[in-house]
């Protein structure tokens, strides 16, 4: 089992342009979930799905956007990047209260 | 109040010592309890639940008080790997979302 993955590590955005998370699980797991952390902070919900085709809104999900067409895959959209988006993006999922993370996608947004 | 509270420390302690942490909850219906660890740019991983009846992991301890509505986490004999921040995190009853608390910064020292 490869848990969670996700795509890129890294990545380097200008400001108003667009990128997709990857993220991808191969537990079965019917939750998933969107966190941001900012440095010395704690995780902040952006996104998450109870199952493929739900998603809803999570703390601070103003600038992105997701879409769960299948029960591995959990995609998260930014668009039009702000410097405000910088952070570190983990993906996580649960089949019920325990989660599991990816390793997170550090963006810098400039 | 916060939902999920912890003291940020960091706890500095040397190599063998015994340190415990505090976690309080303000959402009495919360049911579910666990402790996380998160290295430094890493992401967290499930370090251990928090039953009702407390629960033992080797060196680790976590205690659940309903009544005072906080947990704890003991870690006896301190190794330099338990260097870590360690998150707090809290389920309301019968939700899939978990709040995360801050975390606390252990550093352990030779």
């Known amino acids: 089992n490869a848990g969670v993955t996700q795509t890129p590590k890294f990545r380097i955005l200008k400001i108003g342009q667009s990128m997709t998370l990857q993220c991808a699980q191969d537990m079965n797991h019917n939750y998933m979930y969107w966190y941001r952390q900012d440095p010395g902070m704690g995780l902040k919900l952006i996104y998450y799905?109870?199952?493929?085709?739900?998603?809803d809104k999570g703390e601070v999900p103003n600038g992105y956007n997701v879409s769960r067409s299948t029960t591995e895959d959990f995609p998260l959209r930014l668009e039009l990047a702000a410097p405000s988006q910088t952070s570190v993006y983990f993906c996580?999922?649960?089949?019920?209260?325990?989660?599991?993370f990816g390793p997170g996608t550090r963006l810098t947004v400039t | 109040r916060k939902e999920v509270e912890q003291d940020p420390g960091p706890f500095n302690v040397p190599e063998g010592a015994t340190v415990a942490f505090n976690c309080t909850y303000s959402?009495?219906?919360?049911?579910?309890f666990f402790w996380y660890r998160q290295d430094c740019r890493k992401e967290p991983k499930l370090l251990m639940s928090v039953y009702s009846s407390g629960n033992e992991d080797g060196r680790f301890t976590a205690q659940l008080n309903r009544a005072s509505q906080y947990i704890s986490l003991l870690i006896r004999d301190s190794k330099l790997s338990d260097s870590a921040t360690y998150l707090c995190?809290?389920?309301?009853?019968?939700?899939?979302?978990?709040?995360f608390g801050r975390g606390t910064s252990l550093i352990v020292h030779p």
């Open positions: 799905s109870v199952g493929a085709g739900i998603t």
């Open positions: 995190v809290v389920n309301p009853g019968g939700s899939y979302i978990p709040t």
């Open positions: 959402n009495s219906a919360s049911q579910s």
């Open positions: 996580a999922s649960s089949s019920q209260y325990e989660q599991y």
